[in-house]
């Protein structure tokens, strides 16, 4: 019987196993690699510098414009990330929010909103800023217009490593929320 | 093999001609069967190494020898990974067993061989009287076929010497290739290559069945190894495993590579 390859036939068939290979270790590595990565707020440089931990909170009023740093943001409409906190919110006209509930899911979309009078955070044990993110709310609905007391939301804020409070702030006063 | 090569009808093979550099990280095969004038009484034993049987015949024009396909190995890498067999040789000496001329004949063997094959100086072997030559037998001429004096060398240096030549070929091969999926995927595949062919330089003789099924075994365990490392060590997702795959078939690869060439 004669036994192994030609030397062409080898060469070939390594190519093909390198291949293969490189293909399925890269594959596993970027699994890996995703799953110990932490979320990222927004992908461009700008939603970041935006909406990142080391962006100032931005505290509103009711006579302030939108946050500077909202001016310049161009995000993507939303990004998916594998684990988010879904906050039913209540907005109210004259007094402070209440968050009426907060749960954990497994994975969820966030729209990076590019503009709002009202800021949804998330706070580390320090209650520092690590994630912040602005939304509109309006009271008037309807035609004709017609004033509404409260406005029910929801949210959906990322989960990051060291997260301890979510805040929502409000032109009428803030909630915060101990997440456990 | 194929008898054909062997009949003594067969007209001598033409001088094999030098090969490249790809020797230098694979095995080189020349073609198998009986070299050179057919007419003498006495044929040297052979493996199917290119630079062996080229210098072989630069240094004994005339002679006789009986090439054996062992994968394209040298002498010592041959009888190490013990690609030269009893059957193997009694089936290329049977067609020159006939006639009764051959009952004088001489077949020098190299010493590795000889020990691989169980032979010592003397034996008769289907009508052939075997003499033990050292295993460089390019200067048989004016050697009196008495046992060697060289000793064997030790076949695990051997094996593994000619594992880690092996490796660093596939690693020309393979570098590219896993390079474009990144230096992570590099890195792993050439140490997986690496370890694959050590430890297969070392178990060898121990693991059964050809060449191809030793790396299928170890090609196994290993990814098996690997996917459990990866499932229970770092709880990754069922998705996280195709590494393990990967490394398996690395490891594979090394069994038919070891298992030497053959002559396109």
Known sequence: MRQGMTLQNQIFLGILIALTCGYLLRG???????????????????????????????????????????????????????????????????????????????????????????????????????????????????????????????????????EKYIRIQTAAGEAIYELE | ?????????????????????????????????WVGARSGAAAVLLPNHQATVRAWQEQNPGMTALVLECGGYPVAAAAAFGFVTRKKLEAALSPAGEGSETASRRLYVPVSFAQQLHLAGGDDLQGWKVALVPDQPTALRGSTGEPAAA?????????????????????????????????QAWLIGILALLLSALILAVTWRLLPGP????????????????????????????????????????FAWMGPVLAGLRKA
């Open chain 1, 28 to 162: 596993g590595w970027s699994v890996y690699a995703s799953a110990e990565t932490p979320p990222t707020p927004s992908p461009t440089p700008a939603a970041t510098q935006a909406l990142s931990p080391t962006a100032a909170p931005v505290v509103p009023s009711a006579t302030a414009a939108a946050p500077t740093a909202t001016a310049v943001l161009t995000p993507k409409p939303f990004v998916t990330l594998p684990g988010v906190w879904m906050a039913r919110v209540t907005v109210n006209r004259g007094a402070a929010p209440v968050i009426e509930r907060v749960t954990a899911l497994e994975q969820g979309r966030i729209t990076a909103a590019s503009e709002g009078e009202n800021l949804a955070e998330v706070l580390d044990l320090q209650k520092q800023v690590m994630y912040s993110v602005p939304f509109k709310v309006s009271f008037q609905v309807g035609e004709p217009p017609q004033q509404l007391e409260a406005v029910t939301l929801v949210l959906m804020l990322p989960k990051l490593e060291g």
């Open chain 2, 1 to 33: 093999m194929n008898s054909s090569e062997n009949s003594p009808a067969t007209p001598p093979m033409p001088p094999v001609k030098p090969r490249g550099g790809a020797a230098t990280f694979w095995p080189a095969p020349s073609r198998a069967g």
């Open chain 2, 151 to 183: 000793g064997t060398p030790n076949m695990w240096v051997v094996r593994l010497a000619a594992a880690l030549r092996l490796w660093l070929g596939q690693v020309l091969v393979f570098s590219v290739p896993l390079f474009i999926f990144g230096w």
């Open chain 2, 211 to 250: 060449g191809w099924a030793k790396g299928l075994l170890l090609g196994v365990l290993a990814g098996a190894g690997a996917a459990a490392a990866l499932w229970f060590g770092l709880q990754v997702e069922p998705a996280g495993l195709l590494p393990a795959a990967g490394v398996g078939l690395l």
